[in-house]
């Protein structure tokens, strides 16, 4: 399970910032970044679907402000935002 919510917050340290912004790929999707990566939703299966729902629009939007005001100049933040 990968934390965003360091990043999201603006807590973490610009080293964990590439770490995690480096592998959002995982997350990613035609709408938005995932709350779970796909391989982890199966585990919990279907019945969990309100807080594991696919997509969360306050993630992507926590992602994008910490991506403009805290890690523009973090390696890959702009391929990202």
Do not use: C, H
């Not at 969990?48 to 890690?71: C, S």
């Amino acid at each position: 399970y990968m934390n965003l919510f360091p990043v999201l917050t603006g807590i973490a340290g610009e080293d964990k910032a590439v770490r995690v912004i480096n592998r959002t790929w995982e997350l990613m999707s035609g709408f938005g970044l995932r709350s779970l990566r796909g391989k982890d939703r199966k585990r919990i299966g279907q019945s969990d679907n309100y807080w594991t729902g696919p997509i969360w629009i306050n993630l992507n939007y926590l992602m994008l402000r910490a991506l403009r005001t805290k890690y523009s100049a973090v390696e890959g933040s702009a391929e990202l935002y």
